[in-house]
């Protein structure tokens, strides 16, 4: 109730003044119309386990009755947090669920991950038989214009073999007349 006497405060500054612990949500609850508290440039021990610094966090910083921006809010201890915004040094402690990865995001993960290299297996296979397809459609055309290429080559050998003996004369004719010699 520290400003309780104070109800039409709508501004507060205590820039610099060297304010280490954190201050609580009722001292403000006589003032309305407070608009805006500016809180930097002050020496804040940032106790990220104390319930009182995430509700005062949470009061000055968030909508709809913003009052500070976040990167005022500077820790100045302890030593791990130093300079680091209350956010910054909180952030985990604070949303704890963010920091350990939830259990069943990772069963999801692996699930989603498994599916995915399924997909892709298939995917790759159902490639591979395709080209394997194409290739022995087109082996089996070259097959079938080579079988065709000595069937032709073939008649065509028959047909020289038939003409060449048409064509040939007859022996008798080969042999010439006897001479007077003879």
Same mark, same amino acid.
């Given at each position: 109730?520290?400003?309780?006497?104070?109800?039409?405060?709508?501004?507060?500054s %205590?820039?610099?003044?060297?304010?280490?612990?954190i201050?609580s949500?009722?001292?403000?609850?006589?003032?309305?119309?407070?608009?805006?508290?500016?809180?930097?440039?002050?020496?804040?021990r940032c106790d990220?386990?104390d319930?009182?610094?995430f509700d005062?966090?949470?009061?000055?910083?968030?909508?709809?009755n913003?009052?500070?921006?976040?990167?005022?809010?500077?820790?100045? $201890?302890?030593? $791990? %947090?130093? &300079?680091?915004?209350?956010?910054?040094?909180?952030y985990?402690?604070?949303?704890?669920?963010?920091r350990t990865?939830n259990i069943?995001?990772?069963?999801?993960f692996?699930? %989603?991950?498994i599916i &995915?290299? $399924?997909v892709?297996?298939?995917?790759?296979?159902?490639?591979?038989?395709?080209?394997?397809?194409?290739?022995?459609?087109?082996?089996?055309?070259?097959?079938?214009?080579v079988?065709?290429?000595?069937d032709?080559?073939?008649?065509?050998?028959i047909?020289?073999?038939?003409?060449?003996l048409?064509?040939? $004369?007859?022996?008798?004719?080969?042999i010439?007349?006897?001479?007077?010699?003879?």
């Open positions: 109730y520290t400003f309780f006497m104070l109800p039409r405060l709508s501004i507060l %205590v820039i610099g003044n060297r304010f280490t612990n201050w949500r009722p001292y403000f609850e006589f003032n309305p119309y407070l608009e805006r508290l500016d809180l930097s440039d002050n020496m804040w990220c386990t319930d009182n610094m005062f966090y949470e009061f000055v910083t968030l909508e709809p913003k009052k500070e921006e976040s990167f005022n809010l500077i820790c100045n $201890s302890p030593i $791990s %947090v130093i &300079g680091q915004t209350w956010l910054e040094s909180c985990y402690k604070w949303n704890p669920i963010e990865g069943d995001n990772l069963v999801w692996i699930i %989603v991950m &995915g290299l $399924s892709c297996i298939i995917l790759v296979n159902t490639i591979r038989k395709s080209m394997n397809r194409r290739l022995a459609a087109i082996q089996a055309e070259r097959e079938r214009q079988t065709e290429a000595r032709r080559l073939r008649q065509l050998r047909r020289a073999e038939q003409e060449a048409c064509n040939t $004369s007859d022996p008798r004719d080969l010439a007349p006897p001479s007077y010699d003879e």
